[in-house]
Each structure stands twice: as C-alpha cells, then as structure tokens.
C-alpha cells in the first residue's frame, strides 16, 4: 500500500514537474521554488480528492507502526506528521464556470444595494458615467471604460468614499434612426414621425438589454435596475428644459451659416460627426477676367487681356462664388502667357504655370495686394461679379494665392463674407443638387457636376490647368460618404452671447486634467470652434423646442410655454411635441411681442444628439439623490475632449456659469499588439465576448489594470496570455497562504508582532510596504503600477523568498509550536490585506479566496464578503530604517550563498539545499556584521550548516568568488550527517535515536512534543 502511493506521488510530481518546466520561464531558482510550492500543494489535493489519503491516514498514523504483509518489517510514514498545506480555494481557477455564479449571487442578494446602504453618510465621491451609444455589441475599447470606471469605484468605497454608479446610455440620434431605416426600407419615406420613433425606441431598448446583460458579465457593479436613458421622458423633459434655459438667455441665435452638411444622411453634422478620410478631387485654375481699371496699382495694368487666376478642388462650388481674397502683404505679378496676362502671387508663379503646362511665359510686372481691394472681376459663367477682398489666411501653400470665396460653402469664406457683406449663398438642396440659384446647372448633382462645369469652363476657355488631387477630406461618420459645407438656416448656441467662449476657458483651468495635456487640447478646440449648431433635420431625438410668430418670425420667449413643454414632456416624452397641437402649448390669447399676431408655428428639427448627453450633468447628476454636482470625476476615452467632455462643458457653464465636473481622466484607445488599430478587414479586432469565453472577464479585469491607459492600450492573444500567467502566479501565492493557515484561529493563536520571528517581521514589513504603494496607486488611479506591485510582491517577496523559508518551519514543527504560530500570524494578516488591496481589479478571486479564509459559505450573508472591508489601514513601521539596511545587506549575501548553490548542484556537489554545509570567508567587517546574524542568514539560505572559514582558509574545497561583495567567498560541500527523512535536513543527529533511527533530534522533539499534545 505504501509503496502503492508512494508511486503515485512521484508520478504526479514528475508529471507537474516537465509540465511546469515547459511553462514557467524564468530564472531557474524562480522555478523551482515555485515548483516546490506547487507540488506539495498540488499533489496532496489530488490524492485528498480520491480520498486516498485520508483512508490511508486512517489506516497508517505513523505512530502506530503496521507490518508490511510480505518483507515483514516496521515501515515509518513521516511524512504523515507534516503539516501539509490544506485548502478548498483550487488551483485551477475555473472562471469562465465560476464567475456566472457569484455574479448570479451577487445580483440575486443585491450588492451593489447594500453596498450603497453600507457606505450611507460616508463623503460622496461622484463618478459621472459617460453613456455609450445604445447600439451594437459593445466592443474591447467599451469593456476597458465600464472595467476602468468599475475599479476606480470599487477603490473608492473601499477607501472610505460613499461612490454610487449609475450607469447611462445615449439613445437618440442619427446612427439608430439610420438603422431603423434601413429595416423599414421604403416605408421609411411614408412611416408617419410618432411611429418611427417608437421604432427607433425599440431599437435602442433591444441595445440597452443586450449591452446591459454584457456589462454585467464584467463583474461591474452599479445600479442597473434604475440606469439613466436619454429617451427617458424624465430625461427628455431635462433635455428641453436645458434647451429653454440657453433659449430665455439669448444665447440660441438662428443664422444661415454654412455647416457641414451629409446630402446621404440628409442632415447638418456637428464637428465630432466628421472624420477625415483620403480623397481624390479635381484639382483645376480659373481664370477670372478682370472688369475694373487696377492702373492705379501699376500703370501697366490696363487692359482686357488681364484675369485673376484662383484655384479649386470643389467645381461645384464655383457658382456659389462671390470673391478672390488676397493676402495684404504678398506680392502679386502679373504673368505675360501668349496673348494675356495671368494675375498670381509672385512666389506661386513657377509651380502654377509648371501646373498649366505654360512653358513660355514672362513676368510683366509686380505689385503687392494692398490696392486691388474693392475691384472687381468677372464671374467666369455666372452673370455677376467677383469681388477682390483681403484676407490674411490666404497662404502661399498651394495655389495662386488668389482664393475662390464662396461664404455659403466655408468657414473662412463665411466670416469673409459677412465682412464684405457678401451673398452668403448656397445654392444646394437638402440631397445635394443645385437649386435655381444655380443657373444653367440647376437639377444637377453635386459633385457628379464637377465634370460638366469643368468642360463648359474649358470650352469658354476659363479653365487653365487640370489635374487630379489625392488629400484629406471630411466625410460623414455614419455613411462615410464626403460631406459638404452648405450654409442652410440652422439654430446654433452663440459663443459670444453671454461670454460663453470666455466663461468655458476660464473655467477648463479650473478642472484637474488626467493626463495634463487634456487641457491644452480642449482649450483650444473651445478657443477655436464655431458656435454650436444644434440643429438636426432627423427624427428620433428631442425636437427644438422653439415657437414664433407665422408673421414676423420673431421667436416667443415665454414662460408658460415652457412648463407645458416640461409638463406634457415628463408625462409623454418628447413624443409629445408631435402627437400634441401647438394650442395644448400655447397659452391663451397669447400674441407676439413684435407684431402682434396671435398665428404661431413650431420648429421640427431635433436637437444635436451631443446636447442630450451633454446636459447629463441636469438630468442625472442634479436629479438623483444619491448624486451630486459639480462630479468629482469624468472618464472616457481621449476622443471625448471634442465629444462629451466638450458639450458638458459648454451646457454646463451656459447655464451654470461652471464646468459640471472637478476632474477628467482621459484613456487612450484600444489598439493591437503591434500598435495597429483595429478594424474588421485587417482581422485584428478582439472582442471581449471571446477573452471572456476563453479566460473568464477576471482576466480581463487584470488586463485593464495592466496598461497604463494613459497611452494606446494593446492587446493581442500573447498580451493575454501573460497577464493570465501573472493571475495563476498570484493565484497559486493565494493558495499556498491560505493552505497554510487552514488550522490558525486568530483569536487564540495570535503572536504578538514584538515576539515574531525577525524574519517575520520583515515581511510584515514588506506587506506595509505594499500597503502604501497599493493604496497611493489607487488614488492616483495609477493602476498598472498595481499590477506590478501584487506581481512583484507575490511571485518575489512571498513565493521566491519568505514563503520558500517558511516551509520548513511551517511543516517541520509541531502544529501549534510558537515558530509555526509567528509564520502563520504573519501569512493570515497579509493574506487579509492582500485580498481586500486587489479585490477592487481582481473582484472574483479576492472573494472566492476570502470566503476559504473566512470559512464563509455560499449561504452566508454577502454583508460578511471582502466588498463590505476598507483598505488595510497603514500601521506603524514595524521595522526602523537601520534595521531595513541590515536586512538588504543579509539578502544581497543571501543571493551570492545562492549563486554558490546552483553552481554546486550543477557540479552535483549537492541536490537540495539542504543537503549543503556552506562555508563563508569575508573581510573582518562584513564577517562582524554577519555574526550578529548567523542563525538569521542559514534559515533564509535554507542550508543545513553555516560556517564561518577564519583568514579564507578554505584549505581543497572550491570557492566562489562574489563580484558583487568585496571580500565574500564562499564554499559549499555536503554537509555533515544524514538526511533526516522528515524534514529533508543533513544531521549528525539522525540515527542516533534508536526509536527513529532516520530522522534527526529536531524532528523527534516534535514527534514527542506532538504525542503529548
Ligand atoms: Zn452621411
Ligand atoms: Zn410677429
Ligand atoms: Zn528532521
């Protein structure tokens, strides 16, 4: 029988043994220690769950000594009175199995609520989420946020802060609408408005279910039942409450303006909804012949053969054209090529007539800019004029430095436009095709109209050069199709009115930016942006609630209107500004202030979908008792500085004259191994759904806590892979603690920290350490340095060094002797530590470790759980600085004694370090120092015997000579004695007790100090 399971146990040793060997990679002292951990552990779970060695324990104490049936003799099982590590918590972590169930647990029992009960009257700390966009599976860069936000919140309450969540989501706008569209089909064109929306309701709430069920399986806790939608009625009537406050201020303004405009989506795009793509365009010069008389500018220009060359990459904006700018500080020349003479910036000549194909050609004469204002050329197929203006963004880049101003289709050209009091015309409808402004070209199509204009030009003889053009082009968000700029009367939120520009600056400084630079890149988008165009031509979303005057058109301000609005909004939605009359909202014998008329109309646009987020800070944040403005924290990704970090802002201080948040955290984006982005066609996208199905979301959580997001954060499988090679590492640590501990009760077997072993104390010393850093990393939300602190402190300071150590006298001693005690005082308190320091990332095992430690079942109250403890208070330094240095010192000598081992293994000197007598020679300081520590120094190098070599007499034995300490040589040679069986040390005392003739006098001591017991 003995033999039977002693054959067992090698087998699966040797099995774990190549298994591990092939995975672990790192310094071979690493590894085996590791191992060393692993296997007693591993080996005796296996045989525990066959129930083989309990039977056999029952059947074979080694106190009573049984017969062997066939050779007749006394067999002694030592091994039997170890200690053995004894633990439930496994070490295969069986997450993707395990996680399910505790979250089923902890959403059946509640604990997001209790947790918000336990932490009542505690100061409020407020993390506003950011709602993601109702539609699609969520992807890595959403699970990284939720994951992100769930820490923080976690390490929050934990640090003694009352921090509720609520999560929200962002449900109107164009990209449902566009979605619902397209399953609607034609119908889309005749489905009356109330139905569409509540299509595109349906659609965002299917989104919601699904992204919910997602977010949860993440192990983020929050307040699911009760998130915040921005289709909500309540939330809906917040929205046009908001709208109305910026209304009565004077600050909405109508304006006809040139905004980027997709003719696909039909609708005005803010700023965020644009991104830039490569795209070829035309790339032609003009030729505008000049009408006025310029000879007061240079006598020689006089004449018809004189024109204005501009170029453009948008033909189709020509006819929209009103002036050629110029730079008031270029010089101009006039450029004799054949019969005529072509106006251009005088640096700009060469590369233009190159671009032409003029190879002949003069300079007539030269002239700067200064004079030419107020003259006029003619259009080259329009019938009017083009008026010569000066502007000083003209820049000698590219081009003739004679630009094409048309104010209804660019920002400069507006602003140029409105200083010249030029037509701000654009003549193109809602789909893109030319209106009767257009000439001859009405009913065409922009830009397939390119082509014909081009031709006519070159027919008439205007066109002077074509070519094509490769550059960045804004295009639409949602049909990635180019967009145009098209000035179409819209609603905007003035800048300037009420100071708002000034006001959102001033206010930027006064938020804490994370990473700093946040706050240079918002002031100046804020510095530089146009106002605010709010104005939608969709459906699904909250309409512009603005009423005026059928007459005049001037726009009704007026109380009354806006508590109807907010009345029927709370009790309907949004809806019902269009399911209701206008009369329901109007107020009787209501009549405009400017004329007089009692006839009233309605806007039908809705709002930009970044003004409902925006205003979250009313809707939410003041709204819900449990929460609080201005928010203590913001975090979203880096994108957001132009999204919603902007539009809070700016409905923040708009109306509150301050930010709507004290910080802002700011992440970078998601991105592959190799730095790439990801994206379908290249094949590199992982999604969260199969990290989790592969490794369990606590992986995915370390993950997260892993990269330091302040820069682009990567994945790939080998990125994964480590970080769970990281989590078995702290996990089988965990597990080696806990087996360990499995027989103290605190309360009685307590050792008081003066009566520690001084090892003991320095790793208590090292778990204050630990303490300190975690809990700073925390709040500084500094999390990877986290990782690397459990990382280091787990697989270094515990299972390399002080856990190795201890084992002897963990397993070695009688179980309730004082040494075993110490150690064990020692592993419970940073074992309790350590749980609640990472359960904030790693949620499912610091509470499934936590319930072996605390022998909680799955039945107990969730109030008893690590989620309900703070962080481990910092406590006195246990040791003083001098005692610190002297302990560097013993481990730098610790690590030469071990160098000198490997070496000897390698030589098969010896096998284990305990078969080894370790002979050191050192200068007569380092020797005074070491002697103080003698007994300190052979416990921690696991040797059986320490000895001192007078004046380097080493005499034949092989020394090691140290390069690191001055003057350290050490030998190793087989020490003395046998091996004891028990405890695997050489003694001269084993076989000298006659009782046991193959262990030593230690390990007999404890057999007796354990049958008296
Ligand atoms: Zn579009
Ligand atoms: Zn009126
Ligand atoms: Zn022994």
């Not at 990284?144 to 921090?163: E, P, Q, T």
């Not at 006819?319 to 020349?333: C, E, G, M, S, T």
């Not at 409105?418 to 701000?424: G, H, K, P, S, T």
């Not at 006839?599 to 925006?614: A, C, K, P, Q, T």
Request: charged share 25%; proline share 4%.
């Amino acid at each position: 029988m003995i033999v039977e399971i002693k054959r067992i146990f090698h087998n699966l040793l040797f099995k774990k043994l190549l298994i591990i060997l092939a995975i672990i990679r790192c310094s071979p002292v690493c590894v085996k220690m590791v191992l060393q951990l692993e296997l007693v552990v591993v080996s005796l779970n296996v045989l525990s769950k066959k129930g083989v060695l309990s039977r056999y324990r029952q059947e074979h104490s080694w106190i009573t000594k049984k017969r062997d049936s066939d050779k007749e003799e006394i067999v002694m099982d030592y091994r039997a009175s170890l200690n053995l590590p004894q633990t439930s918590f496994k070490m295969k972590a069986n997450l993707t199995q395990k996680e399910p169930v505790m979250l089923k647990q902890w959403e059946k029992e509640g604990l997001y609520q209790k947790i918000k009960d336990h932490c009542q009257g505690r100061p409020l700390f407020v993390l506003h989420d950011g709602p993601p966009y109702a539609n699609g599976n969520i992807h890595l860069g959403t699970a990284f946020n939720k994951i992100l936000k769930d820490i923080v919140l976690r390490s929050r309450r934990m640090a003694g802060f009352n921090a509720p969540y609520i999560p929200g989501w962002d449900c109107h706008g164009l990209p449902i609408e566009h979605n619902v569209d397209k399953e609607l089909g034609d119908k889309k064109k005749t489905i009356p408005v109330l139905s569409k929306r509540k299509a595109c309701r349906r659609y965002a709430e299917k989104w919601i279910k699904i992204q919910k069920k997602e977010f949860k399986r993440l192990g983020v806790i929050g307040d699911w039942e009760q998130p915040y939608l921005t289709m909500n009625h309540d939330y809906e009537a917040a929205i046009a409450r908001e709208f109305n406050r910026f209304l009565f201020s004077g600050s909405v303004i109508r304006s006809k303006k040139p905004v980027y405009w997709c003719s696909t989506c039909t609708t005005a795009l803010a700023e965020a909804e644009v991104e830039y793509h490569d795209h070829t365009s035309p790339s032609i010069y003009v030729k505008f012949p000049v009408v006025s008389d310029l000879s007061a500018v240079h006598p020689k220009l006089t004449g018809d053969d004189l024109s204005f060359v501009i170029w453009t990459t948008t033909p189709w904006t020509l006819p929209a054209n009103q002036a050629i700018a110029l730079h008031p500080d270029f010089v101009y020349a006039a450029v004799r090529v054949g019969d005529e003479r072509l106006v251009i910036a005088a640096e700009r000549v060469e590369k233009v007539m190159q671009e032409c194909g003029f190879s002949e050609y003069e300079i007539d004469c030269t002239f700067s800019a200064g004079g030419l204002e107020h003259n006029y050329c003619k259009h080259p197929f329009m019938d009017r004029q083009s008026l010569i203006v000066l502007a000083d963004y003209v820049t000698l880049d590219a081009g003739t430095g004679c630009v094409h101003t048309a104010p209804g289709h660019g920002t400069d050209d507006y602003l140029t436009g409105v200083r010249y009091q030029l037509d701000i015309m654009s003549p193109v409808d809602d789909e893109g095709y030319y209106t009767k402004e257009a000439g001859v070209y009405e009913g065409e199509q922009i830009p397939q109209v390119n082509s014909t204009i081009n031709a006519d030009m070159t027919a008439a003889g205007f066109l002077i050069g074509e070519d094509r053009i490769n550059h960045s082009y804004p295009h639409c968000w949602r049909c990635k199709k180019p967009v145009i700029y098209r000035a179409t009367p819209q609603w905007f939120i003035s800048m300037q009115e009420n100071d708002l520009r000034r006001k959102s600056l001033e206010n930027i400084e006064r938020v804490t930016w994370t990473p700093g630079w946040g706050m240079q890149r918002i002031y100046a988008m804020i510095e530089n942006r146009p106002d605010w165009c709010l104005s939608r031509q969709r459906s699904w979303g909250v309409p512009i609630t603005v009423v005026s005057c059928k007459d005049c058109g001037e726009i009704v301000r007026d109380k009354e209107i806006s508590r109807r609005i907010d009345d029927l909004f709370r009790k309907e939605g949004a809806d019902a500004w269009f399911s209701h009359d206008l009369e329901d909202f109007l107020p009787d014998e209501l009549a405009c202030s400017s004329c007089g008329s009692t006839r009233f109309s309605r806007e039908n646009d809705i709002l930009d979908v970044w003004f409902d987020s925006g205003v979250s800070h009313a809707a939410v944040c003041e709204a819900r008792d449990e929460l609080d403005v201005p928010a203590d924290l913001y975090l979203e990704g880096s994108d957001q500085h132009r999204g919603w970090f902007h539009s809070a802002l700016l409905t923040s201080v708009g109306t509150r004259g301050r930010a709507p948040y004290k910080g802002v955290l700011t992440h970078g984006y998601v991105v592959d191994g190799q730095g790439k982005k990801m994206s379908k066609s290249v094949g590199n996208v992982v999604a969260p759904q199969e990290v989790i199905e592969k490794y369990g979301a606590e992986i995915l959580r370390l993950w997260v806590a892993s990269e330091d997001y302040r820069d682009d954060i990567k994945v790939s499988d080998e990125i994964l892979k480590q970080v769970s090679d990281s989590y078995r590492k702290i996990r089988n640590t965990i597990r080696y603690m806990l087996g360990n501990v499995s027989d103290f009760h605190p309360e009685t077997d307590t050792v008081p920290v003066s009566e520690l072993h001084e090892l003991d104390r320095w790793a208590l010393s090292r778990y204050e350490e630990l303490k300190r850093k975690i809990t700073a990393a925390y709040d500084a939300y500094e999390f990877h340095s986290i990782y690397h602190h459990l990382n280091y402190f787990c697989g270094t300071t515990m299972s390399a060094f002080y856990l190795d150590i201890l084992k002897d006298r963990l397993y070695v001693s009688a179980p309730d002797s004082k040494e075993r005690r110490a150690a064990q005082t020692v592993l419970y308190q940073v074992l309790d530590g350590m749980l609640k320091l990472m359960s904030p990332i790693l949620c499912f095992t610091a509470s499934e470790a936590w319930d072996a430690l605390y022998r909680r079942s799955p039945q107990d109250d969730l109030e008893g759980s690590v989620f309900f403890s703070d962080f481990p208070a910092p406590d006195q330094q246990v040791l003083d600085d001098k005692a610190e240095q002297c302990w560097k010192r013993l481990i730098a000598v610790r690590s030469e004694i071990t160098k000198a081992l490997e070496i000897a293994r390698a030589e098969k000197i010896i096998g284990h370090s305990l078969e080894a007598k370790v002979l050191i020679g050192a200068d007569e300081e380092l020797l005074s120092f070491l002697t103080g520590q003698w007994q300190i120094l052979k416990d921690i190098s696991i040797v059986s015997e320490l000895i001192a070599v007078a004046d380097n007499t080493f005499g034949d034995a092989k020394t090691y000579q140290s390069e690191e300490m001055d003057g350290l040589v050490i030998a190793v040679q087989p020490a003395s004695g046998e091996k004891c069986e028990r405890c695997w040390t050489r003694a001269v005392s084993v076989g000298t007790n006659s009782q046991h003739p193959t262990i030593c006098d230690r390990c007999s001591t404890v057999l007796a100090e354990i049958e008296a017991a």
